[in-house]
């Protein structure tokens, strides 16, 4: 069983930066690929990126290539999602979530409760 907490989500204005972090407990955490999800108001939820459990292999999505950046600290069971150059199409409910398996195929095991992130002047 995992447990993840996302934390810092918030206000920031377009061109923006924000870290986002996701605190997982529980064991085995490195055999677990991370992804970050989004949720905008009366959309679908997608993925944005994954990071493998070696954290050698990292994919996103094309709307968020070269703006956003993901990380893992195995170690200190973290996974860190950096996003720079935010766009108001970037405001969503943002979610991380574990899957048992070496790379991310869309299907979790676990979820986080989600951080609100919103980009607006």
């Known amino acids: 069983q995992l447990q993840l907490v996302e934390s810092g989500g918030g206000l920031v204005q377009p061109g923006g930066s924000l870290r986002l972090s996701c605190r997982i407990s529980?064991?085995?955490?490195?055999?677990?690929?991370i992804g970050w999800f989004r949720q905008a108001p009366g959309k679908e939820r997608e993925e944005v990126s994954c990071?493998?459990?070696?954290?050698?292999?990292?994919t996103y999505a094309d709307s968020v290539k070269g703006r956003f950046t993901i990380s893992r600290d195995n170690a200190n069971n973290m996974v860190y999602l950096q996003m720079n150059s935010l766009k108001p199409e970037d405001t969503a409910v943002y979610y991380c979530?574990?899957?048992?398996?070496?790379?991310?195929?869309?299907?979790?095991?676990?979820w986080g409760q989600g951080t609100q992130v919103t980009v607006s002047s």
């Open positions: 990071i493998s459990t070696s954290g050698t292999r990292t």
């Open positions: 529980g064991l085995a955490f490195d055999t677990y690929a």
């Open positions: 979530a574990a899957e048992g398996y070496y790379l991310c195929t869309g299907h979790p095991d676990y």
